[in-house]
Every structure is written in C-alpha cells, then in structure tokens.
C-alpha cells in the first residue's frame, strides 16, 4: 500500500547519521533511532531485517533473535545474514524453541535465514 512504517535502528550514532544522508540522497522516507538491540523499540512488524554484529558476541545476537517475538507481528519474519563458519547451524538450533527457520541461500558462506513465529498469540 506505500504506507508501511520503516524503522531503522542501530546503537551507533554515525551509523544512524550516515543512514539520514543515504536515506535523503535517494528521497526514502523511513525513521532512523538509536536503540540497543529493542530497547528504544515500542512497535511491531511484518518484518524485521537483521545483518548481527558478530564481534558482539553470541548472547548480542540471540538477544537479536530471541527478542523479535516480542516485535514480530503474529504472521511476522525475522531475516538474518550470518556466516556459516560464525554460527549459523548453532543459531538455528539454540533457537528453534521459538521460531522455525528456513534457509533461503548460502552465498560465499553466508546463510540468508528466515525465522517465523513458531505460536501466535490469541
């Protein structure tokens, strides 16, 4: 419809400003905040779009991973990019208490994961 809300989120403040002048330069129109990880995040949505911050360490992205139920509407998917070699088959089955993942392609080591809700809520 053209009128889905795009929130884009990242703990580092020159990320986000570089994200507003990408943004503007190419006339895309979304809200960009600061958040760790959820923390400044109040919505839900169809979708959350994920590349993890591997250097931060395994608990950062299962907080990533794990937290989305709480942001994902009932018919909502988690995409994620993650290397195989960094712990994409252990991500997939620490995980699959929640969520139920599909990989959709490996590129040069790189595994595209889809993750639904595994329940919906009543």
């Not at 129109?29 to 958040?35: D, H, L, P, Y």
């Not at 979708?47 to 992205?61: L, V």
């Not at 794990?66 to 909502?76: A, E, P, T, Y």
């Amino acid at each position: 419809s053209g009128k889905e809300t795009v929130d884009m989120i990242d703990v580092n403040n020159r990320a986000i400003n570089l994200t507003k002048i990408g943004l503007k330069k190419n006339r895309i129109r979304a809200n960009v905040f600061n958040s760790d990880i959820y923390s400044n995040v109040n919505s839900k949505y169809d979708m959350i779009i994920t590349n993890p911050p591997i250097h931060a360490g395994k608990s950062k992205i299962y907080e990533i991973v794990r937290g989305s139920i709480d942001h994902l509407n009932d018919n909502g998917e988690l995409w994620l990019v993650i290397r195989k070699d960094q712990g994409a088959k252990s991500l997939i089955s620490d995980n699959s208490d929640i969520l139920n993942f599909e990989i959709i392609d490996k590129i040069k080591g790189f595994w595209i994961i889809k993750g639904t809700k595994k329940w919906k809520l009543c």
